[in-house]
């Protein structure tokens, strides 16, 4: 079944926060700080680590899924799959701003560097998030900008995933290991002035994780293929190209490229270029006013002589005949039948700096308030033995949960019962989860 994550912007008055974001996937934040890490990721492993990881790699085949392979704690984050994703609302302030935009490729070039903003935030070393097969949440209470008006501040949102419908798989390709991200995100937003049968759907697919040099070499890891961003309403989308460095290349890690297309006319409109851990840039093509200037240059023509005489010629007249009938050759400045723009004014400026934005801190319930599901609760003694680098008793609390998952579902296929999710439901025709009212 597909995934459907829908978030919906609109501007707000101080007093409407409470209802700024509604999401299937509702922001949070994570509890402990994580912050930029420097370029290169990489990790060089200890003996022990070692030898656990390359007996687990000799029990594998090449392309064999990773599901059910418990993975030894000391390649896992101390946070939840639910807390990483709200790595993309520790910027808020690139969401709440774009209803505010008056052009469609402003607002969609914004939606870009949304979602392109959350990815250089992450522990340091060669780590996957904890994840849970059946069912994880995770709540905030509140979410602020320092320094900022109170109209930007976020209050009260949660993020759940059901694991049944939305699941990464992973994949062992021998000396790599990937997963691979399926489902999307849906994030709706309604222009300032505009009603909600005017909002904009962009749909947002997420580009696969790599753990590179995983039996030899140095382990580091990146993010590779392509991630789409298409919004029907204004006929843009993108395919940003997250590149892979390679085994023989010196290509740097962590670059992205990649044209903003009108889709009906294949034309681009804007480029996206840099690195999602450091600064990213955008190149918007703005077209000339092409059609005028033939306007005018046709009419100059008519008050013109076809074939002026030699004194007409190096008349003023004359002049801007030659200069009009030079210009009417020129091919419309967006054609249908290219994929380059022509005839436009470049202007490259700076999107985004991973190095000076402010990453917003995010608070969570106390421990006694949370449900037994919650991510922090329930991989509290996980996370414990990964700080007090005690792989024993982290394997063995994190091995002890998953077993209870897979008991807790194969229980319920023996009754017969279906398994329902608690906070979404699939639309009947396409089977979209979208979250209940």
């Not at 995934?3 to 707000?12: E, H, L, Q, Y």
């Not at 109209?151 to 062992?172: A, D, W």
């Not at 608690?422 to 209940?436: E, N, P, Q």
Request: proline residues 6%; contains cysteine; charged residues 25%.
């Amino acid at each position: 079944m597909p995934v459907d994550s829908i978030a919906r912007f609109a501007p707000t008055s101080n007093d409407d926060l409470d209802d700024k974001f509604e999401s299937a996937h509702e922001l949070a934040g994570p509890a402990e700080s994580h912050t930029s890490i420097q370029t290169v990721e990489v990790e060089v492993l200890d003996d022990e680590p070692r030898s656990i990881l390359l007996s687990l790699v000799s029990q594998l085949t090449v392309g064999m899924d990773l599901h059910k392979v418990t993975l030894p704690t000391f390649v896992l984050e101390t946070r939840s799959m639910c807390e990483k994703i709200t790595d993309f609302f520790s910027h808020p302030d690139l969401i709440t701003e774009i209803p505010t935009l008056n052009d469609p490729v402003d607002r969609f070039i914004a939606v870009t560097r949304f979602f392109l903003s959350g990815w250089h935030i992450r522990p340091k070393g060669v780590k996957n998030p904890t994840i849970l097969y059946l069912v994880n949440s995770f709540d905030a209470r509140g979410l602020c900008l320092m320094g900022l008006p109170r109209s930007t501040f976020v209050n009260k949102f949660r993020i759940t995933l059901q694991y049944q419908h939305l699941r990464p798989k992973s994949r062992f390709l021998g000396n790599s290991a990937a997963t691979l991200m399926h489902g999307s995100t849906r994030i709706r937003i309604t222009p300032q002035g505009a009603t909600p049968s005017e909002s904009e759907l962009y749909v947002i697919t997420f580009p696969n994780v790599y753990a590179r040099g995983i039996l030899f070499g140095t382990m580091y890891t990146e993010l590779g293929d392509v991630a789409t961003i298409t919004c029907a309403e204004t006929d843009l989308y993108t395919a940003i190209d997250f590149k892979t460095r390679g085994v023989f290349s010196d290509r740097s890690l962590n670059v992205v490229d990649g044209p903003i297309k009108q889709k009906s006319s294949n034309t681009i409109v804007a480029q996206i270029s840099g690195k999602w851990s450091d600064e990213l840039f955008v190149e918007k093509f703005v077209e000339q006013p092409h059609q005028v200037y033939k306007d005018i240059l046709v009419k100059i023509q008519s008050l013109t002589p076809t074939r002026p005489s030699k004194s007409v010629a190096n008349t003023l007249h004359g002049l801007l005949h030659k200069a009009s009938s030079a210009m009417l050759s020129i091919p419309s400045p967006m054609s249908s039948t290219t994929s380059s723009p022509i005839n436009t004014i470049s202007r490259k400026k700076s999107l985004f700096n991973a190095a000076t934005a402010i990453i917003c801190p995010k608070t969570v319930p106390p421990e006694s308030e949370m449900e037994s599901f919650e991510s922090q609760r329930l991989w509290k003694k996980v996370t414990k033995g990964i700080l007090n680098k005690d792989l024993d008793e982290a394997t063995a609390e994190k091995t002890a949960i998953e077993e209870n998952q897979r008991r807790i579902c194969k229980l319920r296929e023996d009754k017969g019962e279906a398994w329902h999710p608690r906070f979404f439901v699939a639309k009947a025709m396409c089977g979209l989860l979208t979250l209940k009212s």
